[in-house]
């Protein structure tokens, strides 16, 4: 059974004194266990589209339907409890210990102690952390990668149905990268072999991690979508100069701001 978990209606969103549409008429629909990944030039909308998933940021024209429910009769504090948000810096805070960070939601949810602890524990061995080794450090106190594996596991802490990733592993040398990737593949699978599907949207500036990761790719330009296809189908078929475009260029990355 095919279940539509987000569905964009004609989305349109322009900043106070913008020249132009930060999201220019969107419309797309993405299945339950898809894993979508999202490329494009730097200020194309790709984060404000991730912050309309879970209502950070309210679209001026439009509908947004997730799991079949337009998001405008939703309270957003209850919404974002089932989605897992990792934003595009770690964004732990720094005075709590890596436990602390992973338990913010659970915590809002009002688990008990022992719960919280298990999850916490789980967690951390999810993403390769060695729980006794590093459950009491502060952010100061690890790497970029490691960090960003926290933020991983504070994002999954309640097991949510949608995950939003925005640039996740941005700050992470390649080797390092290449094995976040392959974590995060298996998280997906195990949670489909649990049977529990998962969405997973996943924004990214380089093109290999997008194809390598995605069941489809959402290329954005200037607030639009030029393309949303499976990997093969891209690279088979590019619709247009600018996918064409990005496919050739290497994937390499060299920062925020300097375009792809
Ligand atoms: N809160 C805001 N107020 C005003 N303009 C904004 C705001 N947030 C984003 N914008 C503008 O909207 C456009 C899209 O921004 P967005 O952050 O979605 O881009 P992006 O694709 O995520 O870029 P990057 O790859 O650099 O992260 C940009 O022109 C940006 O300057
Ligand atoms: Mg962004």
């Given at each position: 059974?095919i ?6 209606k ?7 004194n913008?020249?132009s ?18 490329i494009?030039?730097s200020g194309?909308?790709?984060t ?10 309210d ?6 339907y997730i799991?079949?429910?337009n998001?405008k ?5 209850k919404l974002r ?12 805070f720094p005075?709590?210990t890596?436990f ?8 809002l949810l009002?688990?008990d102690?022992?719960r919280?602890?298990?999850r916490v ?9 060695d ?7 502060h952010?100061?106190e690890?790497?970029g ?6 933020g ?16 996740p592993f ?5 080797i390092n990268?290449v094995?976040l ?16 599907l ?5 924004v990214?500036?380089?093109?290999h991690?997008?194809?390598k990761l ?12 030029v393309?949303?296809d ?8 590019p619709?247009g ?8 260029q290497?994937?390499?990355y060299?920062?925020?701001?300097e375009?792809?």
């Amino acid at each position: 059974m095919i279940v539509t978990v987000v569905s964009f209606k004609h989305i349109t969103k322009r900043f106070n004194n913008a020249a132009s549409n930060a999201i220019n008429d969107v419309t797309f629909s993405i299945e339950e266990g898809e894993f979508v990944t999202i490329i494009g030039t730097s200020g194309c909308g790709k984060t404000t589209l991730l912050k309309m998933v879970n209502r950070l940021v309210d679209s001026d024209s439009g509908e947004i339907y997730i799991n079949g429910i337009n998001i405008k009769d939703t309270d957003p504090v209850k919404l974002r409890h089932n989605i897992g948000y990792v934003i595009q810096q770690s964004g732990l805070f720094p005075h709590m210990t890596v436990f602390e960070n992973v338990a913010i939601v659970p915590k809002l949810l009002k688990w008990d102690k022992a719960r919280i602890a298990k999850r916490v524990e789980e967690l951390l061995n999810l993403v390769n952390l060695d729980y006794a080794e590093f459950h009491k450090r502060h952010p100061a106190e690890l790497s970029g990668g490691q960090q960003q594996r926290v933020g991983l596991a504070r994002a999954l802490a309640v097991d949510p149905s949608i995950l939003l990733l925005d640039e996740p592993f941005g700050a992470i040398d390649a080797i390092n990268r290449v094995n976040l990737q392959n974590e995060l593949l298996r998280i997906h699978r195990l949670q489909k072999d649990a049977g529990a599907l998962r969405t997973y949207l996943f924004v990214t500036h380089d093109i290999h991690e997008a194809l390598k990761l995605g069941t489809r790719t959402m290329v954005m330009h200037q607030g639009a979508i030029v393309q949303f296809d499976s990997p093969d189908n891209l690279t088979r078929q590019p619709a247009g100069d600018f996918v064409r475009a990005l496919l050739s260029q290497e994937g390499v990355y060299t920062g925020a701001g300097e375009g792809i």
